[in-house]
Every structure is written in C-alpha cells, then in structure tokens.
C-alpha cells in the first residue's frame, strides 16, 4: 500500500515523551513510532519506516529464536556484541563495527545473545519492504568506525544502490559522530524527507534544539540546513521517499 504522504513542512519534533518505555531486568527498550508527530489516521509509521527499538541489553541476556515475517531489520550497534544465530545456518557477532540486515520475507527466524562484560546498546529499525511474502534473507557488513566522525557513513540503502546493505525499501540510513562545536550538511535528495536521530549528545538544526532521544522530521524540499554539536554526538539519519508504496504485513513494522 501507499499513504497520501502529508507534505513537511518546517522542522517537526518527535519528542522522547512519545516513546512507549518499558523495563524488565537486563531489557531496556525504548519504542520509537517514527511518524507519530503527523498525525495520520491508524499509522505511526514514516512510510516505509515502521518502527524502531532503541534497546540497553545486559551481558547474558539471551532472546530465544523466534520468527519475523515481512520486516527488513537492521541491527545497528554503538556498544558491546551481540551473537546472532538463524534458521538458515548462520552464527555472527555483530557489535559496532559489523551491521547486520535481516531481511525476512516469507519467514526468518533468529536468536540473539549478549555476550562479553559490556551493556549493548542499539537500535533495532524495522523497516517495511515494498510487498510482501518475499524470499528471506540475512546480511553481514564490516564497518569502519573511523569513516564516521565529521562526516556521513552511509549504511544502508534500497536494492540496488551503492550503499553496503540493502533494504527492500525506498530508505538510505547514515551515521556521524560530531564532537562538540563542529558543524555538518544534512544530505538531501529530491523526493527524500528526512527523518534525524539524536541517539546521543545534543544538536541544532536551524532554530530547532534537539536532545538524545529526540528526532527532528524534515521535508524533502527544505532548504539546505546544517546539523551543530552542542555536545559530542552521535547522530543517525534516515531518507526517506514516502511516496513509495509498502507492506504492513510485518511482524513489528506494520
């Protein structure tokens, strides 16, 4: 399906007091409904993105296999390792240099435990595909960790692209680090809104202040802005054509 994507106007605020909280033992996880500030009826989904998890795990946490149909997931990690095991055989870490895509299609099932002395924290993004029901699959990527302060890293991006994993999806994801005081372009690309996440620190865009845990949503048409640490920060952003037709068929992201 597609939504009439309701134009941006300005910078909109999706503020932490909209996340649904929840904490049991050595879970933390943090629910965030990326388009819940545009008010659409029945959808808080930013097109194609469904949903993110912002989660702290503690060492020897251990999530039992279970199934995801019609998600594409990425599992983005800024600290500790994660083992992930699946129903097509394979068995990584995954950690903050090493992302990993699940893209479940059909049906994809998978296991993840927490394993060395140190807290995860990551971002679980579950990202709607285009249609449902289609073939099932995983990736892996090594990361360079230094090709991200001043600068964008790009993640993720649609099949196809030149990005180093891909989404069945009309999404780009990117990563930075700022220290405090540096300033930084926000990409653009005609037809992308853009969906920017303090996932630590604090910037300015514009006029507009935002915290950790906070997200600013820009529209495609926007003027050229730039992002300003006010505190050494860790950003990610999302492009976005919401335009583009999906399925709400997932497990999480519909």
Do not use: C
Not at 202 to 230: F, K, N, R, Y
């Amino acid at each position: 399906m597609t939504l009439e994507a309701t134009p941006i106007h300005g910078i909109g605020v999706v503020s932490p007091e909209t996340h649904l909280v929840r904490a049991q033992g050595p879970f933390q996880l943090r629910r965030i409904r990326p388009g819940i500030s545009l008010r659409q009826p029945d959808d808080a989904g930013f097109g194609g993105l469904g949903i993110i998890d912002h989660a702290r795990l503690q060492p020897g946490l251990v999530v039992r296999m279970h199934e995801h149909r019609n998600d594409e997931i990425i599992s983005y990690l800024r600290s500790g390792n994660m083992q992930h095991t699946d129903s097509a055989g394979r068995s990584e870490v995954i950690s903050p240099g090493r992302l990993m895509v699940m893209n479940a299609g059909s049906g994809f099932s998978h296991e993840e435990e927490v394993v060395g002395k140190d807290q995860i924290e990551m971002l679980q993004i579950f990202v709607r595909p285009e249609t449902a029901d289609m073939k099932p699959g995983v990736q892996f990527v090594s990361l360079d960790e230094a090709t991200r302060t001043d600068q964008w890293r790009l993640l993720t991006g649609p099949a196809g692209s030149t990005a180093p994993s891909f989404v069945r999806q009309a999404i780009y994801l990117y990563d930075t680090h700022l220290p405090a005081g540096k300033s930084i372009g926000l990409p653009s690309m005609p037809g992308f809104d853009r969906w920017l996440y303090v996932f630590r620190g604090s910037v300015l865009v514009g006029h507009q202040e935002a915290g950790t845990h906070t997200a600013l949503t820009i529209g495609a048409d926007e003027a050229a802005l730039d992002v300003t640490a006010t505190a050494n920060t860790d950003l990610v952003l999302f492009l976005i054509d919401r335009r583009a037709r999906f399925s709400r068929e997932g497990t999480i992201s519909g």
